[in-house]
């Protein structure tokens, strides 16, 4: 059974910083694009960002760009999400997403597998 679980989140300032992390069980994703979501309150899930199976390629939002980077370590079969210089905004729940195929993408079908989601709350 594959299970995708995130940790990390919480409660933070403005202009700090979190880092989330999603540990994958039941196989192994190394040869596989995986990504991050994200869903604030009253909203549709938004994309945020994507990495290649290498982590040589990655793919951002641009209403992220520069603040989120997301990484990866095959070995540990886990992907990252680093978060600096928080806004309120960034209040959501963010999920980590892992795909069955290579390719980058923002969209959501592209993706299979969900993980629970870990909560992450930006205070003014």
């Known amino acids: 059974q594959v299970q995708l679980v995130e940790s990390g989140g919480g409660l933070v300032q403005a202009g700090g910083s979190l880092r989330l992390s999603c540990a994958a069980s039941?196989?192994?994703?190394?040869?596989?694009?995986m990504g991050w979501f994200r869903q604030a309150p009253g909203k549709e899930r938004e994309f945020v960002a994507a990495?290649?199976?290498?982590?040589?390629?990655?793919y951002h939002a641009d209403s992220m760009k520069g603040r989120f980077t997301i990484s990866r370590d095959n070995a540990k079969n886990t992907v990252y999400l680093q978060m600096n210089s928080l806004k309120p905004e960034d209040t959501a729940t963010y999920y980590c997403?892992?795909?069955?195929?290579?390719?980058?993408?923002?969209?959501?079908?592209?993706?299979?597998?969900w993980g629970q989601g870990t909560r992450v709350t930006v205070s003014s």
């Open positions: 039941g196989r192994t994703f190394s040869r596989n694009t």
């Open positions: 990495i290649s199976w290498s982590g040589s390629f990655t």
């Open positions: 997403a892992a795909s069955l195929g290579e390719a980058l993408g923002s969209e959501e079908r592209r993706y299979q597998y």
